[in-house]
């Protein structure tokens, strides 16, 4: 047994949960609202409060709701028909939200949030301590992606990697993705009847995402890919993620009285600071920077400032305060932060030893190009 078996179940030992629930279960794939689902998951949810816990609700279902609502048997393929629906079923999903939780004596909040609300630091903030008041309240904020704001360009798409966004934002333990499959499982099980189910591993472990390469169901976007990569996302900011069927009966229930079910991808790395957290959330960077050998060692295991000496190519357009990535000569991220030179002036220092910036540039702010205070150190387990 690896020693992520041994450990004692995530969910039971948390005190911050996230639970996201996908379109084809919330919509009983695409026909309509699944309110007996909803009724349980909210049941669940408030049995999980009563015991202490605090939930966010992350839920999809509302292009869906809203094509079965319009009358609409196929997807349609233009953004405004798209968020024409998600704006109809996004009326569904909040009302069915508010009517379950109401049963059991709880307030809901609906909180509708973009890429852009997370990458702006002073959004990001607001965002957190909206949730954070909410949470403190005793209300339920049911969270969303603001589907008829977002184009394809920006839009996150799908809301397993906005549920680890805000399980980073919140500082969740765990994040709980419920879905159409029984968890994550050794291929796509709807194609492959021998593959077999996934109980627990690192998050972030790069052979879970040959596994999960298949396409979803067909109702959701994202498929198991994006659940993966949530975790891994989940992950840097210490939140260990379990992928369950949301038909399981009390499944959350049984996850917080610390039974293993489904997939349960732990976390390994340490919590970090708000900053870092922030740093970890961008999904967009302005650059990138590619470093040598040298200096890829001086960051993943010394946790060293970046010096431009390490520097090798310089990529994007950025100024000084920006977040850039720092990658590999392979161009696999190792880590990311507010870099201390625009894109010009650090391809005109890059190769050269700090002592010489003052003479290239005519004047020095920092002797390095991020400081490690200000950067996040990213490693993929081997
Ligand atoms: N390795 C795998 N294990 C489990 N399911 C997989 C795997 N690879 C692909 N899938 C597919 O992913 C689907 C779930 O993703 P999706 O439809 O996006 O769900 P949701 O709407 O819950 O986000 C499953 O129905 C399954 O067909
Ligand atoms: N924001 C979209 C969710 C996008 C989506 O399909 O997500 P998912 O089902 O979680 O893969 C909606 O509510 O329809």
């Excluded at 934002?169 to 291929?187: F, N, P």
């Amino acid at each position: 047994m690896s020693p992520a078996n041994t450990a004692t179940p995530v969910v039971s030992q948390s005190k911050r949960l996230v639970v996201k629930v996908g379109s084809s279960l919330v919509t009983n794939e695409g026909r309509g609202l699944d309110l007996a689902a909803v009724a349980q998951w909210a049941a669940q949810i408030a049995a999980l409060h009563a015991q202490g816990r605090q939930v966010v609700l992350v839920s999809s279902g509302a292009i869906a709701e809203g094509m079965a609502r319009l009358g609409w048997a196929r997807r349609p393929n233009t953004m405004h028909e798209l968020q024409a629906a998600a704006a109809v079923g996004q009326m569904g999903l909040v009302q069915a939200y508010e009517v379950a939780f109401a049963g059991h004596g709880l307030r809901t909040a609906q909180i509708l949030l973009t890429h852009e609300d997370l990458s702006d630091r002073r959004r990001y903030l607001n965002a957190r301590s909206t949730l954070y008041t909410l949470l403190d309240l005793g209300v339920v904020p049911i969270v969303n992606e603001n589907d008829t704001v977002v184009t394809d360009e920006i839009r996150l798409g799908d809301n397993d990697t906005l549920g680890a966004l805000v399980t980073n934002l919140i500082e969740a333990e765990a994040l709980v993705i419920l879905t159409d499959q029984s968890g994550l499982y050794s291929a796509d099980p709807r194609k492959d009847p021998s593959a077999e189910l996934i109980s627990t591993a690192q998050a972030g472990d790069p052979a879970l995402e040959t596994m999960a390469g298949g396409a979803g169901s067909g109702i959701g976007t994202g498929g198991m890919l994006t659940k993966v990569l949530a975790a891994r996302r989940a992950a840097n900011s210490g939140g260990s993620t379990v992928i369950a069927s949301g038909r399981e009966p009390d499944v959350l229930l049984r996850l917080a009285g610390g039974e293993r079910i489904g997939t349960e991808l732990r976390a390994l790395l340490p919590v970090r600071s708000a900053r870092q957290r922030w740093l970890v959330n961008q999904l967009r960077l302005r650059g990138r920077v590619m470093l040598d050998k040298g200096a890829v060692q001086a960051l993943t295991q010394g946790h060293k400032s970046l010096l431009p000496i390490g520097v090798i190519a310089v990529e994007g357009e950025f100024e000084r305060g920006d977040v850039v990535a720092c990658i590999d000569e392979h161009g696999v991220e190792c880590g990311r932060g507010l870099i201390n030179y625009s894109a010009s002036d650090a391809r005109r220092i890059m190769r050269q030893p700090s002592g010489k910036i003052a003479d290239i540039l005519g004047s020095m702010s920092d002797t390095e190009l991020i400081h490690r205070d200000n950067m996040v150190f990213l490693r993929r387990p081997a």
